[in-house]
């Protein structure tokens, strides 16, 4: 059985520079990254979101990558996130 998928979009009237800012930002993560729970908070070079639905987890970025002119920057935010066990 193939798994169902929606996509979702929506129109932000901002630059993608300030996109990628807040989307970047640990501290932003509670408002667009639902699945992480409604808070997070800072331990060292990771963010701890200790109210998931699956328990507590860490969230780490990876650094962005320098900007070049040609091509563009994706403006893909990485990271990893460690789930419980």
Do not use: C, Q
């Not at 970047?24 to 699945?35: D, R, V």
């Not at 979101?49 to 070049?68: I, N, S």
């Amino acid at each position: 059985m193939t798994p169902s998928t929606r996509h979702l979009s929506i129109h932000v009237d901002r630059t993608r520079d300030d996109v990628y800012a807040y989307a970047s930002n640990p501290e932003n993560l509670p408002a667009w990254a639902l699945g992480l729970g409604g808070s997070i908070e800072r331990d060292g070079d990771e963010w701890i979101a200790p109210d998931t639905p699956m328990g507590r987890v860490t969230v780490a970025f990876v650094p962005p990558k320098p900007r070049r002119l040609h091509p563009p920057p994706s403006g893909r935010v990485d990271g990893r996130r460690t789930w419980p066990a």
